[in-house]
């Protein structure tokens, strides 16, 4: 049976919540649950808090198991609709909880977690109670986990907005109650937002708000239900990469004038010693002809949105010896420039410029992967540290393109 | 006329520091070490910190956390010996990091650019 709320202690009001988004999380949902309760008895013990799981009414019982899992603080239940999905969805529902709630604080974890511990709910929580309003994490990542965060996220938003936020899609991350509001009040929320976008859109608001961001040291890495390597990457890349340039659009007068970056405040030390991620593998092979594939699903597309010369390189680099491959930052910074250029224009159907944009993406996945293969993980940051600094270094680059008249 | 801080237990650098940022156009004043630093940044107002890693008595990277959380956006260029630092992820709330050599070259750009650097409120 449908219920849009089950809040079997009718609790009115919370200063502090830690939120649980899932869909058909039965198997995993009860780990970071009674985390969750032990960091909220641990460290937030004087508060009343809640945790509330934000659901897009599952059918394999997660809201039976979240509810049945005995905890020392209150639980609330949340349901999107029947047959409406998707996270975003269901972090709508949560800032309309936690204004409700007038909640002060607010965390959020992943529902298929199994590396969080109570202090993680710490580190993201206390910094909002200490006069920062958005907390992001910082996790030991491996240098070929989270690539389009390396490649994209992180390097486009740290020069668009000024503001480095490592993991700006994190998934996990804690943000103040009058943050909720904001969030509800926006005029930018999409069907992209909706899904996967959600957390980029959360990050590139709170910056654009003048919000005080800090990042919270989780001091392991994620560790979480391993995705189907198989499965398709295409709405997920989609939804994150077309919330970025769509708020381009939105936040282009802030954003023109942001210079070069600026660094955050770090949270959550006294960890002990840092675990270490397990490692990632990566076929190459793959990534290879998916990029050479590329040029026979999408060329015309390529042909229609990309510069010239950009045009012209990526063939140069298709020729090259897989062994030596390269795909320089330069030209990455050309493509994603572009292709921003052409998604605010609309020069093609956005959904087909997005996909069109993946095997590009998976070329430079390549090549980091080569130019990195004998670096540590702390010589690999570096490494995407300085592709920052030319992004930024380019600001003028992109402002010019985007300025331009492209004949849409 | 921006104004530098230089946080420094070695006297030749501050020495140094003072001596080129100054020709550079910079007003600079220093001090010798973490003791007291935050209320003299509070009282001194410096534009920029330039902060040593490794002081006796003081971890420049503990220094670090206490000016970020207190002064959210004021910049700090880490300055040492050893690179060895970046290890530590407590690092990454510096604006940018210059390896101590006596040609400030690579100091007086960092201190460009994160004087520069700039968000704009919306």
Redesign the interface.
Known sequence: MFEHEVNPENIKKAAFVVAIPSYNEADTIAFPVQQADKGIQSFFGNMRSVIINCDNNSNDGTKEIFLGIRTGTPKIYISTEPGIKGKGNNFRNLFKKVVDLDAKGVVVVDADLKSITPKWIKHLGEPLF?DFGFVAP?YVRHKYDGTITNSIAYPLIRSL????V?QPIGGDFGFCGELAQTYLQSDTWSDAVANFGIDIWMTTLA????I?IC?A?MGRPKIHRAKDPGSDLGPMFRQVVGTIFSMMTKFYP?WS??????????FG?GLGE?EMPPPVEVNEEVLSQKFHEGFNSYGHIWERVLQRETVNKLQEIREMDPEQFDFPTPLWLNVLVDFAVAYKDKLWRLDELLDSLIPLYLSKTLSYVKKTERMSI?ESE?FIEEECTQFEASKGLLIRRWNKKTGA | MAKILVVDDEEHIRLLYSEELTEAGYEVITATDGYRLIERIDKEKPDLVILDIKMVGYNGLDLL?EI??KF??L?VVLCTAYDAF??D??S????SYVIKSFDLTELKKKIA??L???????
């Open positions: 200490q910082l907005y000024g503001r480095r490592r910056m654009n708000e003048n005080p990042q040291f802030l004038k942001a210079k070069w970056s600026k660094p955050t405040a770090i030390f840092t702390r570096e | 956390q970020r959380n959210y956006n910049p970046k290890e992820i407590k990454i709330a510096a604006d650019m994160a520069e650097a700039s968000i704009p409120s919306s």
